[in-house]
């Protein structure tokens, strides 16, 4: 996609919800980003169902990157990451006829959860397709938050096509992982906390996989302070979101990362047409940096992440001329590991230390 065909920033409050127009028998959506004023009213919005999480001072980081660092936990957030802050304010301004046709959604992972979550909140009915052969643990998790799982194909894409297809015919609202304002707004709060705590940070550092997480934290960020420097990291198995932010159009690429927060093959329009506008750096790290950052975390900071979760820590590792000697924030997003993906992890940084 051409570089001015991308959704523009307006700097007026956008309307609450994108609106659908069609174009030549495609439905395409109109799409603004949010506005930090549209973060504060997520705030307000996700304040009943989830707690502040804490930041909080590393000494032993701090001593091993020469600088002050602070880790943003957000894998203290109920089911284990921060994805909840976008479902539920999604699902909070959807109508209540849109939360009866139902909303629907592809994924295991965390986004997957939050959806399913947010709309047993709100009383949604929340329909998940999933492959063939899906992890049965994280099928019972969606059941058990109340999503009806829809078995379909033998691997996401075909998943993903049926999910389209369901949303156009029945009518579900269809929940994208990244090109949606509100998921956007939702997860900026995390940001917002981090600025409010600690209103002299110079650097945040945070992972990314379908972009919402960083491009709300350039949001923030920048309209708070231009001279706050955003990062993002990705894994280099999974390098989409850094091709697109590099290229200025979506390139595939492929995905063998174990992180699954991180696995997008591409990068999506909305959040890359903000990260391209403000993000000051981009760091790809292999999977065993992040392992060695989950590592590090445990020893360093007693703390459990999983491999998408500890990919911030990693890009600091490996760049530490972006912090020395600065007050950096770095989110630790999420901690749900399976024991083999730790085992693996603490294995692999042992042999490095
Ligand atoms: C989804 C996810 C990410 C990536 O966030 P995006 O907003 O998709 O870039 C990072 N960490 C965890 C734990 C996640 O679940």
Request: aromatic share 6%.
């Amino acid at each position: 996609m051409p570089k001015d065909a991308l959704p523009r920033l307006r700097l007026t409050p956008p309307d609450p919800f994108p609106k659908l127009v069609p174009q030549s028998n495609i439905q395409v959506y109109i799409m603004q980003a949010p506005t930090l004023r549209d973060v504060y009213e997520a705030k307000k919005t996700i304040a009943p169902y989830l707690p502040r999480t804490p930041l909080q001072h590393s000494p032993g980081l701090s001593k091993r990157l020469d600088a002050q660092v602070y880790l943003k936990h957000d894998e203290h957030l109920p089911l284990g990451a921060f994805k909840a802050r976008g479902g539920i304010n999604l699902l909070a301004h959807l109508s209540q006829e849109e939360r009866d046709r139902g909303v629907i959604t592809a994924s295991t992972g965390n986004h997957g959860q939050s959806i399913a979550q947010a709309c047993r909140i709100f009383g949604a009915r929340a329909y998940i397709v999933l492959p063939r052969g899906a992890n049965p643990l994280k099928v019972a998790a969606l059941r058990s938050l109340g999503a009806e799982v829809i078995f379909h194909g033998d691997n996401f894409d075909e998943a993903r096509a049926h999910c389209d297809r369901l949303a156009k015919e029945e009518g579900y609202r269809f929940v994208h992982p990244a090109n949606e304002p509100l998921l956007i707004a939702g997860v900026a709060t995390q940001t917002l906390e981090v600025i409010e705590d600690m209103p002299d940070v110079e650097a945040i550092f945070m992972p990314l996989g379908g972009g919402s997480t960083a491009a709300g934290a350039c949001i923030v960020a920048k309209t708070i302070s231009p001279d706050i420097q955003v990062v993002a990291v990705q894994s280099e198995e999974a390098p989409g979101g850094y091709l697109y932010w590099e290229q200025g159009k979506e390139v595939e690429a492929p995905t063998t990362t174990f992180a699954e927060g991180l696995a997008t093959r591409v990068g999506y329009d909305l959040p890359q047409s903000i990260l391209r506008q403000h993000l000051d750096d981009f760091v790809l790290v292999s999977d065993d940096e992040i392992r060695c950052a989950i590592g590090v975390l445990i020893e360093e900071a007693h703390t459990l992440a999983e491999g998408a979760g500890a990919a911030a820590l990693a890009g600091a590792l490996r760049r530490p001329e972006l912090v020395k000697g600065k007050k950096v924030s770095i989110t630790v997003s999420g901690a749900n590991t399976t024991l083999p993906q730790l085992l693996e992890a603490v294995k692999v940084y042992q042999g490095r230390n």
